[in-house]
């Protein structure tokens, strides 16, 4: 996903200086839920009715090893600690993976990951200095390299703009999440979906519980009725503040923002695109990756107000509304000494689901007994598999949604206000800068106490999302 960590499966995780990236990182009604014309259209356009990846067959000639040499070549897109181990967890789905360019904003993050990678897989790494590339342009001299297979893990706005790079370049694609912050980057993901598609192009997500073979088991025994229908679902994910890193002497206000990139809403999305999403990912996932009709929630900053923390809200809870009368209710927080909860719960008519425990009680008593096994290596191992065996792999159909509840998520608590999934998809307020260089100003500045401005909740705040 980011220069930066992305969030764990629990959240202890305090607050921590750091110079470089950290090494750190961190989802069923049963009952037809109707849909109006207009989230119809959307899903007909989107392909998201489909829940989980689906495998088809290849348009193109697509196979790994083309060149004949039996290496499948990688390009890391962003070198922070969620990058460095991504391209680990790559180089784990078989000996044939070969990390071949990298590429990042900061030439020392880039090294810093470099040489780890190096140190952890010393027989695939094999990035020489000219294919090591830094800068706002860097993602595109990664992408006219020889790679096969694109990791876009950079900071989260720039995520949309790379990913339709790498599929306009003909790369199969690993994508850290969100992969949207606002509703016009969304569409250019969900438009590199649709060309993937047409291309014969793997593209996984980072939404990884999809992967988890006891969230997968337990998630298809929800669906298959064993709670009953969906009456709710509570998605937790409270836990304390991420990575913070201290201005340094010599940074402008634009890199400084850039390097503690995850407090600033323009960079990052908040909470509910960063960690919340893997909740409502698993939420949208039990409910049949149908979108909501409606969303509202609350919010705010008591405790991380200092500049660090820049322009983030520090809790915010929401509520989902579906058609078919449903309620999901999301509840996330960064705050030090509190509470921490990492939870999934669904209640059914006939009983409940622990997820992250892989648990079902009630009429029917089940859990899942296998020894868990490590996600992120799971993703990586299916996509390269797909990649090899020439039938291509999609996350698409559920990977804008997921991202796209994210982003109305913020809204809704930002604003205050209720809003409609038919207003959510008409947004048209874009965190994009209209240019990309190093003497750019950035769109939010700290006021005369150092302090960054934070949301004030109502109308004013809606309009600026020019629903």
């Not at 959307?42 to 829940?51: I, N, Q, R």
């Not at 339709?164 to 016009?184: L, N």
């Not at 995850?262 to 979108?291: C, E, I």
Request: proline residues 7%; aromatic residues 10%; contains cysteine.
């Amino acid at each position: 996903m980011m220069n930066a960590a992305d969030p764990p499966p629990t959240p202890e995780n305090p607050v921590r200086f750091a110079p470089s990236p950290p090494a750190r990182h961190a989802g069923c009604a049963r009952r037809a839920d109707p849909v109006p014309a207009s989230r119809r259209a959307f899903l007909k356009a989107s392909a998201l009715l489909a829940g989980a990846a689906t495998l088809g067959e290849v348009p193109l000639a697509r196979g790994a090893h083309a060149r004949g040499d039996g290496t499948i070549r990688v390009g890391l897109i962003g070198c922070g600690g969620r990058g460095t181990q991504a391209a680990i967890n790559a180089m784990n789905a078989g000996p044939d993976v070969r990390l071949v360019a990298m590429a990042d904003l900061f030439p020392d993050w880039l090294e810093a990951s470099r040489q780890r990678l190096r140190a952890a897989k010393p027989e695939q790494v094999r990035v020489d200095d000219d294919h090591c590339f830094s800068g706002f342009d860097a993602y595109r001299q990664l992408l006219g390299s020889r790679v096969d297979v694109v990791l876009i893990t950079p900071a989260s706005h720039f995520i949309p703009a790379i990913f339709e790079a790498a599929v306009a370049a003909g790369k199969h694609v690993f994508c850290e999440k969100p992969h949207g912050i606002d509703v016009p980057g969304l569409k250019v993901s969900m438009a590199a979906c649709e060309a993937a598609k047409a291309k014969g192009l793997s593209v996984v997500s980072g939404l990884c519980w999809r992967y988890d073979p006891g969230v997968r088991e337990t998630m298809k025994r929800v669906r298959d009725g064993a709670i009953g229908e969906m009456v709710a679902v509570q998605e937790n994910y409270v836990g304390r503040p991420y990575i913070v890193r201290e201005r340094q002497p010599g940074w402008s206000e634009l890199e400084y923002q850039m390097r503690n990139w995850y407090h600033f809403n323009w960079l990052s999305g908040d909470q509910t695109a960063q960690q919340l999403v893997h909740s409502l990912d698993k939420a949208s996932w039990a409910m049949g990756d149908r979108p909501p009709h409606k969303a509202w929630g609350l919010g705010g900053r008591q405790t991380c107000v200092a500049p660090q923390f820049g322009d983030q809200f520090d809790h915010q809870a929401v509520v989902f509304e579906y058609a078919n009368g449903v309620r999901v209710f999301g509840l996330t927080r960064d705050q030090p000494e509190c509470y921490n909860n990492t939870s999934d719960v669904f209640f059914g008519t006939k009983g409940r689901c622990d997820l992250l425990n892989y648990r079902i009680e009630g009429e029917t008593n089940w859990r899942y007994e296998k020894p868990r096994e490590n996600m992120y290596d799971l993703e990586h191992r299916e996509l390269f598999d797909a990649i090899r065996s020439g039938r291509p792999l999609h996350n698409g159909d559920y990977m804008c949604l997921s991202s796209a509840l994210g982003i109305m998520a913020q809204i809704a608590c930002y604003s205050g206000n209720l809003v409609t999934w038919d207003e959510l998809m008409r947004s048209r307020r874009s965190f994009a800068l209209p240019r990309y260089a190093w003497d750019a100003n950035p769109p939010v500045k700290p006021g005369p106490d150092g302090r960054y401005p934070a949301a004030m909740q109502g109308l004013a705040e809606l309009e600026r999302w020019q629903l």
